[in-house]
C-alpha cells in the first residue's frame, strides 16, 4: 500500500479489535526504545513520558468501567529508569482485549454524538489515540516517529467529525501552525495542538 492510500476505516467488531492490537503494538514498540526515559519532559505540558503512557491506561480502563465491563487490575507502570513500562503496557493490552470481545464492541449506546456502538467509540477514539500519544512518548524520549499519509488522512477524517469537540477542555490543545509545504503527517500533529518540531530539552 502506498504511503498516500487511505487505509479503509474498520467498521466490523473483528476489524476494529485487530487494529487497535496492530495500534498499541506499535505504541509497545516505542516504550520498548524509550530506554528508561520516563521522567523526560513530553510535548503534553506537565506530563512526563510516563505520565502519557499512564493516561492512556487510565482513558482505556475507564472505557470498561463506563460500560459496565470487567476491568483488569491497573498495571505497575513503576518508578525511576527501571520500570518495566513496556510489559506492563502489554499485559494491559492483552486483559483489555479479552474484555472487548466481538460481542462487547457491537454493543450500541447513546453517545456524545448520538447512538453509536462500543467498537465505534474504541475506533474513533481510544485507537486514534494510540497513534498521537505514541508520537508523543516518541518525541519524549528521544525516538523518529512518523505520521504516514495515510494515517494522517484516515485520523483527518476523524478529527473532522469530532467537530469544535477536538478542542475541548481535555481534548487537544489550540491548532499550532505548521510551515508551508509540511507533511501530512505534520499538518495533522498541529491541527491536534502539537508543535512537530518540538524536542525534549
Request: aromatic share 8%.
Amino acid at each position: 500500500m502506498s504511503e498516500s492510500t487511505v487505509p479503509p476505516v474498520p467498521s466490523s467488531a473483528a476489524a476494529i479489535r485487530a487494529d487497535y492490537l496492530r495500534r498499541a503494538e506499535r505504541f509497545a514498540g516505542v516504550l520498548d526504545g524509550a530506554d528508561g526515559r520516563w521522567d523526560s519532559p513530553s510535548p503534553c505540558a506537565g506530563w512526563d513520558a510516563r505520565a502519557v503512557v499512564r493516561h492512556v491506561v487510565e482513558t482505556e480502563r475507564e472505557l470498561l468501567e463506563r460500560h459496565g465491563l470487567p476491568v483488569p487490575p491497573a498495571p505497575d507502570l513503576g518508578a525511576g529508569p527501571h520500570g518495566d513500562v513496556a510489559t506492563a503496557w502489554r499485559a494491559h493490552v492483552a486483559a483489555t482485549a479479552d474484555v472487548l470481545t466481538d460481542d462487547v464492541l457491537s454493543r450500541t449506546y447513546d453517545g456524545f454524538f448520538g447512538p453509536t456502538t462500543i467498537g465505534a467509540t474504541l475506533r474513533d477514539f481510544y485507537t486514534w489515540d494510540l497513534l498521537v500519544h505514541g508520537w508523543d512518548v516518541a518525541r519524549a524520549t528521544g525516538q523518529p516517529y512518523v505520521v504516514s499519509d495515510a494515517d494522517a488522512a484516515a485520523h483527518d477524517a476523524t478529527a473532522d467529525a469530532w467537530g469544535d469537540a477536538l478542542h475541548a477542555d481535555g481534548i487537544c490543545a489550540a491548532a499550532v501552525p505548521v510551515p508551508a509545504g509540511a507533511s501530512p503527517g505534520d499538518r495533522l500533529l498541529g491541527r491536534l495542538g502539537r508543535d512537530p518540531g518540538w524536542t525534549a530539552a
